[in-house]
C-alpha cells in the first residue's frame, strides 16, 4: 500500500505541514471577459447567472487538520452556486504550480460537493441539517466535501446576524429540495461545444449501431442482435435510453409484457460482444412481489438464442454480497479516515490506520468488484455469453459491465473510448447519479458513491497495468471531483429521459453541457496532465494480446492516495512520489519524439526551438492538486509524438505543463 509509515514517521521527524493558507490563495483563476458576470463587493468572481446572496465579513478560516491556533481572516460569501472564502489582502497566485479551473477558484467549494456541515455551540460539535434552525451563539463551522476536502471557520470576530445569516444561506443552497435549483439552471454562459467527436453521447441511433458493428464485425453473428426503438419515448422504460439493443429473437410486444416483471422495468440490454459472439448483457431482477419465474425464464432463452452455437449464458448474481447500502455504509467509515478535523485526530488514527481501513471494507468491495469482473471475462473469453443481475440494474451491472469491457477491449483504454464506455454504461444505461451523488435532499437518502468506488477499480488497473491506459489517475481524480459541479448534464441527472425533458422545457430549456468537453473547466496545459506518458498509441482490436487480467486480492489493493489524501497536508510528500516517476517519463517520451523529428526530418531547427515549454522539476506528491508554489524549471521543446505523423510542429501540444 502506498501510504506507510513513511509518510507519518517524516511528518514526526520534520517540518513536513504544508499550509493551505498562504495569503497568496485568495485569488480566483482569472476568468475571461465571457466567464465572468460581475465582480461583488467582496472581489467574489460571479459566473454569469451566479448570484451573491450574502456574505459574512471577518471570518477566520483554519489550515486543514493543523494545530495552529491562527487563522487567516477574510470574507466568507455564499452564492447560488458556491462557497466562497476571499482573503482581505490583494496578492495572486501567479505562481502557484496546481490545477487551475475556469469555473470556482481554489477557495471556492461549489455548493453541490458539500457533504456534511457541523457547527460549535458553546464548545459542542452537532450537525447542522436542512430544516434545522441556527442558533445565534455559534461559534464556528467544520465542513466535510464529497470529495473529502474540509474546511474550518470561526465566527469569533464575525457578526452575529452576518453568521446566521450565512449559515441559513448554505443550508438553503448546498441542500435543494428541488432540482430545478441547481445552478444549471441558472448557468447562463453561451455554450459553443469543443467536445471531440470521437466520443460518443450514445444518444443518437447512429452510436449505437457504429457499436454494434465495431464489436461484431462479423455481419452473420451479428443478426442475432437487433437495435430497437421500442423504448424512443421512454414507454418501455424510464432509466434506459432511446435506443437499446435486445435479443433479435423477441419482438418488442414480448418486451412490454415481459419487463412488467421486472424491477425498473429493465430488460436483458446488449452491452458488448465478442468476435465469436458471445455477449456481456445487463438486466434487472424480478419484482420482489412476483414467486413465478416464467417471465425470467423466457428472457433467459432469448439470450441463449443469440448465441452463435446456442448455449445458455451464465448468471452472475451482483446483489449477494453488495449493494448501495454496503457501499454507503462502508465509504462512510472510510471518509471518516480521510477528513480529519484536526492534528489530534489525526495522530490518533494514524496508531491504527491499516486496522481502521479495513474494517471499512471499502478495499474489500473494490475487490470483489474486480474479481466478478474476472469470472465475467473469463466465461466469455471461454465463449459463453453472460448475464449481469442485480436488483434494477442500473448500479453494480454499471460497475462490472464497464470493467469487463476495460479488461477485454483496448478501445476502452483510451481517453475517449473510456468517455464513450461511461456514456454508454452509466449515463444512457440509466445509474442514478443525482440520487447516488445527493445532489437532491430527500428524507429517504439514496446516496451511495458507486461511481467512485468503479473509479477505484479502473484507478488499480491502472496501478497494474501502467502502460495499458492512455489516461492517469490525475485524470480521474478531476473526474471525481468534476461530479459535483452542479454545470454539466453528464451527472446531475438520474436517466436520459430526466436530460431530454429538461433540454425540451417549453418555457426555459436546458443547455446540455457534457462534462467530456474539458474545455470548459481548464486550460490546454491541465488537460495534458490527463495523459499517461507510458502509453502508445497502438491497435485497438480486441487480441488474445490485448486482455489484461488484474490481481482481485484484498492484499493486491492499494489506497488511492492521491484521490483521497490529498487535502491533508501531513501527508504531502515534498518534492517526491509517484509524480516525479510520471515526470521523467514525460520527458523521456520527449527525447523519443525529438529522435522521431530528427530521423523523419519533419521540422527544421526554428520550429523546435518556437515549441518550448515549462517543465516544473520540483512538484510534491499530491500535485496537481496540492498547494506548492513554483521552483526550479526547466525549459524543453516538447512533442505530442501521437500528433507527429498528422500535424505540424507548431500545432503540436505539450505532455508537461505550461507553454513559455
Not at 465572468?36 to 454569469?48: I, W
Not at 434494477?392 to 473510448?417: E, K, M
Not at 464513450?420 to 447516488?436: M, N, T, V, Y
Request: with cysteine; glycine share 4%; aromatic share 10%.
Amino acid at each position: 500500500m502506498p501510504i506507510t509509515h513513511a509518510f507519518t514517521m517524516e511528518s514526526k521527524s520534520c517540518n513536513n505541514f504544508i499550509s493551505y493558507v498562504g495569503l497568496e490563495e485568495h485569488e480566483m483563476q482569472p476568468l475571461g471577459s465571457s466567464r465572468r458576470n460581475s465582480l461583488s463587493e467582496n472581489s467574489v468572481k460571479l459566473l454569469p447567472g451566479e448570484i451573491l446572496v450574502t456574505s459574512a465579513q471577518s471570518v477566520l478560516m483554519f489550515s486543514p487538520v493543523s494545530d495552529l491556533k491562527q487563522g487567516t481572516s477574510g470574507n466568507l460569501s455564499v452564492t447560488n452556486f458556491k462557497l466562497s472564502f476571499v482573503t482581505t489582502d490583494d496578492t495572486n497566485e501567479d505562481d502557484v504550480v496546481r490545477q487551475q479551473n475556469h469555473l470556482y477558484g481554489y477557495m471556492d467549494t461549489c455548493l453541490t460537493n458539500i457533504e456534511d456541515i457541523y457547527i460549535t455551540v458553546n464548545d459542542k460539535k452537532r450537525r447542522l441539517v436542512p430544516g434545522n434552525t441556527v442558533p445565534s451563539k455559534v461559534k464556528g463551522i467544520f465542513i466535510i466535501c464529497k470529495n473529502l476536502r474540509t474546511w474550518s471557520f470561526s465566527f469569533k470576530f464575525s457578526p452575529i446576524k452576518h453568521r446566521i445569516t450565512l449559515l441559513t444561506a448554505l443550508l438553503h443552497h448546498a441542500f435543494p429540495s428541488r432540482h430545478h435549483l441547481l445552478f444549471a439552471y441558472d448557468y447562463t454562459e453561451a455554450y459553443y461545444s469543443s467536445l471531440d467527436k470521437a466520443v460518443r453521447l450514445f444518444r443518437d441511433i447512429s452510436d449505437w449501431h457504429n457499436e454494434l458493428e465495431r464489436t461484431i464485425s462479423n455481419e452473420k453473428l451479428r443478426k442475432f442482435w437487433r437495435l430497437s426503438t421500442v423504448n424512443v419515448d421512454f414507454k418501455l422504460c424510464r432509466s434506459l435510453s432511446r435506443y437499446i439493443i435486445v435479443p433479435a429473437s423477441i419482438t418488442d410486444s414480448q418486451l412490454m409484457d415481459a419487463v412488467k416483471h421486472f424491477q425498473g422495468n429493465r430488460p436483458p440490454v446488449w452491452s458488448w460482444s465478442s468476435a465469436h459472439g458471445a455477449a456481456l448483457v445487463k438486466m434487472s431482477e424480478l419484482s420482489p412481489l412476483i414467486t413465478n419465474r416464467m417471465q425470467e425464464n423466457i428472457l433467459f432463452e432469448n439470450v441463449r438464442k443469440s448465441h452463435p452455437q446456442k448455449r445458455a449464458p451464465f448468471v452472475l448474481e451482483l446483489n449477494k454480497e453488495i449493494n448501495i447500502k454496503l457501499i454507503a455504509a462502508s465509504f462512510s467509515k472510510f471518509a471518516s479516515l480521510c477528513s480529519p478535523e484536526n492534528i489530534r485526530q489525526f495522530w490518533l488514527q494514524d496508531n491504527s490506520f491499516y486496522s481502521l481501513v479495513e474494517n471499512t471494507k471499502w478495499l474489500k468491495h473494490i475487490s470483489y468488484c474486480l474479481q466478478k469482473a474476472v469470472e465475467a471475462c473469463e466465461h466469455l473469453h471461454l465463449g459463453s455469453s453472460v448475464i449481469l443481475q442485480e436488483g434494477a440494474g442500473a448500479d453494480i451491472c454499471c460497475v462490472i459491465s464497464s470493467l469487463v469491457q476495460l479488461l477485454l477491449d483496448p478501445y476502452f483504454r483510451t481517453i475517449n473510448g473510456f468517455q464513450s464506455l461511461l456514456q454508454k454504461e452509466w449515463i444512457a444505461g440509466g445509474h442514478p447519479f443525482c440520487d447516488r451523488l445527493g445532489h437532491i435532499a430527500k428524507r429517504k437518502s439514496e446516496k451511495s458513491p458507486v461511481f467512485l468506488l468503479y473509479l477505484d477499480c479502473v484507478w488499480q488497473l491502472c496501478q497494474q497495468f501502467p502502460a495499458e491506459f492512455e489516461f492517469t489517475e490525475t485524470y480521474l481524480t478531476t473526474l471525481w471531483d468534476a461530479a459535483h459541479v452542479s454545470i454539466f448534464d453528464t451527472f446531475i441527472f438520474n436517466c436520459e429521459k430526466d436530460r431530454v425533458a429538461a433540454a425540451t422545457e417549453p418555457n426555459k430549456p436546458l443547455v446540455l453541457r457534457s462534462v467530456w468537453d474539458w474545455r470548459e473547466q481548464f486550460s490546454e496545459q491541465d488537460i495534458l496532465l490527463f495523459y499517461n506518458p507510458l502509453y502508445s498509441s497502438r491497435e485497438t482490436n480486441v487480441t488474445e494480446k490485448s486482455i489484461i487480467k488484474p490481481q482481485y486480492n484484498v492484499v493486491s489493493i492499494e489506497l488511492w492516495v492521491q484521490c483521497y489524501f490529498r487535502w491533508i497536508p501531513p501527508l504531502e510528500i515534498r518534492n517526491g512520489g509517484q509524480n516525479h516517476i510520471e515526470l521523467y517519463a514525460r520527458l523521456l517520451r520527449n527525447n523519443v519524439n525529438q529522435l522521431k523529428i530528427s530521423i523523419n526530418k519533419n521540422c527544421d531547427s526554428s520550429v523546435v526551438k518556437t515549441n518550448s515549454y515549462t517543465v516544473q522539476m520540483n512538484i510534491d506528491s499530491f500535485y496537481p492538486f496540492s498547494n506548492k508554489k513554483t521552483g526550479n524549471t526547466v525549459s524543453t521543446p516538447i512533442i505530442n509524438s501521437s500528433m507527429l505523423a498528422t500535424e505540424s510542429l507548431l500545432d503540436a501540444q505539450s505532455l508537461i505543463t505550461a507553454c513559455d
